[in-house]
């Protein structure tokens, strides 16, 4: 099963996730979430895939509280003592798989997950759960979801997906009752 493989990788480099991440993304994708979602206090989200907790943490001073779940106890480690040493203290940490998160229906004001979607046996269920958790009106943002060439990444990154086409991705978030509302290149590669 491809998410066995997947929660083993991530098992086995949490510890260096903080570092090995910096190749790929920086803040300026956590600011751009939260612009997509007009992101601002009082409100809650849900950060699906959260690892060590970087785009928890990231949003977590702009909202309410944030659940961030992740299905490798090992990434949630890391993510607990990041957050300790931050000083936050407005994110819930819950262990729970993509495709069955552990919230309520309609529970947060958006839902957000950053180098997830590459990783889910089945992207449409991943984002129906999405979809379910969030609150009408709400958002789901998604991000390096883009389609590209390296398929050395299925085995050095565990991704099941090489990304996904701009068509796909729409095919996915409307398969999962969500509208597309934008699609952009930060240009971060």
């Known amino acids: 099963m491809k998410a066995k493989a997947v929660q083993a990788y991530f098992e ?32 809650s989200v849900a950060d699906v895939g959260t690892g060590t907790s970087f785009v928890a943490a990231g949003v977590a001073t702009r909202v309410e509280s944030v659940i961030a779940v992740d299905n490798s106890p090992a990434m949630l480690d890391v993510a607990r003592k990041n957050l300790d040493t931050l000083g936050i203290g407005n994110v819930e940490l819950l262990l729970g798989e993509i495709v069955a998160l ?10 957000f997950a950053n180098m997830v979607l590459h990783h889910a046996e089945d992207p449409e269920a991943m984002l129906r759960e999405m ?39 729409e095919e996915l978030f409307c398969g999962a009752g969500l509208t597309v509302y934008g699609y952009e290149s930060l240009g971060m590669q």
Do not use: C, N
């Open 131 to 169: 979809a379910r958790v969030v609150k009408p009106g709400g958002a789901v943002v998604i991000t390096d979801e883009v389609e590209h060439p390296y398929s050395w990444m299925r085995e050095e990154h565990a991704d099941v997906w090489l990304g996904f086409k701009q068509e796909q991705v």
């Open 102 to 111: 552990p919230l309520s229906s309609d529970s947060v004001d958006a839902a």
């Open 12 to 43: 086995r480099v949490a510890s260096d996730w903080d570092t090995m991440r910096l190749a790929y993304y920086d803040e300026r994708v956590i600011d751009r979430m939260s612009d997509v979602s007009d992101l601002r206090e009082g409100m």
